[in-house]
């Protein structure tokens, strides 16, 4: 039996692989877990991936930039006092696994294209 193509979480960009109890309702299922379907997207999210588009825009083609940049953009852009843009670095790896899941942006790690779902560590990100 074959099954549906895996998808990504509209929220964290993780792959949401198949499961027998979602059989029936495969073609709802957005979010890879509870805490995905609480959080939604806020629109800190979309700066996030704004920003990326943007850093990736400045820089030649190739080139990469780190999440920490994206995250500082933001930071910048919405008050963040002193080291509080470190709070963003997981939305912004976020939006680089949905940028992934959109076909826009490689992630990558020693120079290497790398599953953005099991990725751990620094990551660089780059556009396709």
């Known amino acids: 039996m074959s099954h549906p193509e895996p998808k990504s979480c509209v929220v964290c960009g993780r ?10 309702t ?15 997207l806020r629109p800190i999210d979309h700066q996030l991936t704004d920003a990326i588009g943007t850093l990736l825009d400045e820089r030649k083609l190739g080139s990469t930039i780190c999440p920490s940049e994206a995250a500082r953009l933001v930071g910048e852009r919405n ?6 843009w470190r709070t963003l670095m997981e939305p912004a790896r976020q939006a680089a696994r ?4 959109d076909g ?7 120079g ?3 599953d953005p779902s099991t990725a751990k560590g ?7």
């Open 122 to 128: 620094p990551i660089r990100i780059r556009r396709r």
């Open 112 to 114: 290497q294209v790398v």
């Open 26 to 40: 495969w073609a709802e299922v957005k979010y890879c877990s509870a805490a995905c379907r609480r959080q939604k």
């Open 79 to 84: 008050g963040f006092a002193g080291e509080e």
């Open 98 to 101: 949905r940028l992934v899941a």
């Open 104 to 110: 826009r942006v490689d992630i990558t790690q020693k």
């Open 15 to 24: 792959t949401i692989t198949w499961r027998k109890k979602w059989e029936r």
